[in-house]
C-alpha cells in the first residue's frame, strides 16, 4: 500500500521559469484594479445559451468598499467582463455554490444566505437577490448542494457548527430545513444521493453518514487525515474512492478507498513542492483528475486514474507569494462547459485557464525476499530523475509514477538488503509498468529489469481465475503462496508455460514461486479479481 509519493515532479516544477505546466493563461481580471479587494472562493455557472460565468467571493475592506458576489462574464477569456455584483458585509470568507439557475453565498459575516438568481442572464443583467436567514444562525462557512436539490450548510454559528440540511426543490428561493448532521464542527463537505462526506477540519477527521432520513443521520465510518486538519473533500465518479486536503504547511492530498466504510483505507497522499510548507486548500475530481488549489503553490492537476498512485501532471503558480503563506490560490473551478479553469487568487484576482490533462506513466510492483519469496516492508523504490520515492507496506507493493515517458533507472532497498538497480525500464504515458523486485543476497546486481522479468510471468493479471504462467528459467515445483507465506496451491511440477486454476481462490494478491533445478528461485505475484 502506498503513502508517500511526495516529490516526483522537484526537478521538472521547480523555479518560477518553470511554473507553467500543461496549463496556459487565457486572461485576468485585476480585483486590486475593479475593487480595491482580495478575493475568496469561486464557483462557476453557464447560461442557457452557452455562456460562461466566473462566480467570484470578493472580501471588501470594511470601509467603503462592500464585499459580495461578482459576476463575471468569461464566455471570451481574454476579455473578462464584470456583468454584476451583488454587495454584502466584508468578511475574509465567502463561499458559492449553484443550484439550476441560482447562486448560493455564504459568509461569516451577520449575512445569512445570499441567493442570486442567475435566470435572467444574459438578456439582462439586473439580477435579483434574496437574503435567507435561517432558524438560529447567521454566519455559516461553506456550504454543498447535491445533485437532489438538497442544501448542506456548514460551520453555521448554531449548536456545534455542524451540517444543517435545506430542501431547495419547493422554492429555491425558499429553503426549507430537513435536518442535521451535528456531531462535530463541519468545515466543509461534499454529499450524494444518501451519503454526506463530511471535514472536519479541528478533528481531523473525514466522516460518512447516511442522510437518507436527514432529520436522523447515522454516521457509517470516519479516519483521521494525514495532518488532522481536513479541509475540504470530494468523491469519485464511481463512489469509491474520496480525496481530502489538510490546510496545513506540508501536507498532503490524501485518497480514500470507501469500499468498506467500517474500516476506511488511505491508499494514498501525494505532497507537491515538498519541503516548502506551500499549503493545499480546496481539491475536486473531475474524468480521473484532480484540482487543486494550492495557495502559494498555485492550481495543480494530479492524475488520479489510479488512486493509490496519484501523480502530479499539471501546476501553474498565480502568486509571487511562496512558502507556508495563506495567499494565492483561494479556490479554483474545473468544471465549466468549456473545460477551462476559473482561479480566484486572494491578492491578484481572477484567472482564466486552458488546462492539458495528462495521463501520467506508472510503475507498480511487488517486493519480496529472494530466498523466501515473502513481501518485504518498508521497502524504498525510487524512480529515475527526478526522482519519485515510494516506501513498501506490509503487502510488499510498491507504486509510482511520472509526468513524461521514456527509459529510466529504478534503484530499491531494504533494511538488511543490499540495494538493487535495474536500467532501461521503459514508460509510457497513460500505461502501466509492471516491475517485481527481488532483494537479497546476490541481487545487488545492476541490469536491465527485461532480462529478469521474463524468468516468471502470469498472464492476465489481473485475471478472473484462470491464467498462464510462463517459465523460460528450466523445470521446478512451483505453488502460489498467500501474503502471509502459506501454500494455497501446489506445489506442482512445471516447464515452460502452464495453465494455472485459481478460480477458488478468494479475490487478492498471491505469489507465484518457482523452485528451479537449477537452483534459482523466481517469484512473481498474482492479482485475483
Known amino acids: 500500500m502506498k503513502f508517500t509519493s511526495i516529490i516526483f515532479l522537484a526537478a521538472v516544477l521547480s523555479g518560477p521559469a518553470l511554473a507553467q505546466v500543461n496549463i496556459t493563461e487565457l486572461g485576468h481580471l485585476n480585483y486590486q484594479a475593479l475593487r480595491s479587494s482580495d478575493l475568496a472562493n469561486i464557483w462557476g455557472y453557464a447560461d442557457e445559451e452557452g455562456n460562461e460565468y466566473a462566480l467570484v467571493g470578493v472580501n471588501g475592506d470594511g470601509s467603503n468598499n462592500s464585499g459580495g458576489l461578482s459576476v463575471v462574464d468569461v464566455t471570451d477569456p481574454a476579455n473578462p467582463v464584470e456583468v454584476f455584483f451583488a454587495p454584502g458585509p466584508p468578511s475574509i470568507w465567502r463561499e458559492v455554490k449553484v443550484w439550476g439557475d441560482h447562486a448560493y453565498v455564504t459568509t461569516e459575516a ?11 442572464l444574459p438578456q439582462s443583467t439586473a439580477l435579483p437577490v434574496t437574503l435567507f436567514h435561517g432558524d438560529g444562525w447567521n454566519t455559516a462557512h461553506s456550504l454543498f448542494i447535491d445533485e437532489n436539490g438538497r442544501l448542506y450548510l456548514n460551520g453555521a454559528n448554531r449548536g456545534n457548527g455542524g451540517v444543517i440540511m435545506y ?188 488546462p492539458t490533462y495528462v495521463h501520467a506513466a506508472w510503475l507498480e510492483g511487488l517486493v519480496t525476499d529472494l530466498g523466501t519469496g515473502l513481501p518485504i516492508n518498508q521497502a524504498t523504490v525510487t524512480l529515475g530523475t527526478p526522482a519519485a520515492t515510494d516506501a513498501t507496506g506490509f503487502d510488499g507493493n510498491y507504486a509510482l509514477g511520472t509526468l513524461a515517458g521514456g527509459m529510466y533507472t529504478v534503484t530499491a ?56 504462467v510462463g517459465n ?57 479479481e
Open 167 to 354: 430542501d431547495l426543490t419547493q422554492n429555491p428561493e425558499a429553503p426549507v430545513e430537513v435536518g442535521t448532521f451535528d456531531l462535530l464542527y463541519c468545515h466543509d463537505s461534499y454529499a450524494r444521493g444518501d451519503t454526506l462526506y463530511a471535514a472536519h477540519i479541528y478533528n481531523g477527521l473525514l466522516t460518512v453518514s447516511d442522510v437518507s432520513t436527514p432529520a436522523a443521520p447515522q454516521l457509517l465510518g470516519s479516519i483521521t487525515t494525514p495532518s488532522a486538519f481536513t479541509h475540504n473533500v470530494w468523491l469519485d465518479d464511481s463512489g469509491q474512492y474520496a480525496f481530502t486536503t489538510d490546510e496545513m504547511e506540508n501536507a498532503y492530498v490524501a485518497a480514500y478507498d470507501l469500499s468498506d466504510l467500517s474500516d476506511i483505507q488511505e491508499v494514498d497522499r501525494l505532497q507537491s513542492d515538498a519541503g516548502n510548507n506551500v499549503i493545499p486548500h480546496n481539491t475536486y475530481w473531475l474524468d480521473h483528475f484532480l484540482v487543486t488549489s494550492y495557495y502559494t503553490y498555485g492550481v495543480v492537476i494530479y492524475d488520479a486514474t489510479r488512486p493509490w498512485n496519484l501523480v502530479e501532471t499539471g501546476h501553474f503558480d498565480t502568486s509571487p507569494f511562496s512558502g507556508g503563506n495563506f495567499h494565492g490560490d483561494w479556490g479554483v473551478y474545473p468544471f465549466l462547459p468549456s473545460g477551462n479553469l476559473l482561479i480566484s487568487d486572494i491578492e491578484n484576482g481572477l484567472f482564466i485557464l486552458a
Open 110 to 120: 451577520n449575512a445569512g444566505l445570499q441567493i442570486v438568481d442567475l435566470s435572467p
Open 472 to 528: 523460460t528459467g528450466g523445470a521446478g515445483a512451483m505453488r502460489v503462496l498467500d501474503l502471509q507465506g502459506r501454500t494455497v496451491l501446489g506445489p506442482f511440477n512445471v516447464a515452460g508455460k502452464t495453465q494455472l486454476d485459481a478460480r477458488k481462490l478468494p479475490a487478492g494478491s498471491y505469489l507465484v514461486r518457482q523452485q528451479c533445478q537449477n537452483g534459482e528461485l523466481r517469484t512473481a505475484r498474482l492479482l485475483k
Open 413 to 468: 532497498s531494504a533494511p538488511g538488503y543490499p540495494s538493487r538497480t535495474y536500467t532501461g525500464i521503459q514508460l509510457v504515458n497513460g500505461e502501466l509498468t509492471m516491475l517485481d523486485i527481488e532483494l537479497g543476497i546476490g541481487a545487488g546486481i545492476t541490469g536491465n529489469a527485461a532480462i529478469a522479468s521474463v524468468m516468471l510471468s502470469v498472464f492476465p493479471n489481473p485475471g478472473q481465475g484462470l491464467f498462464t
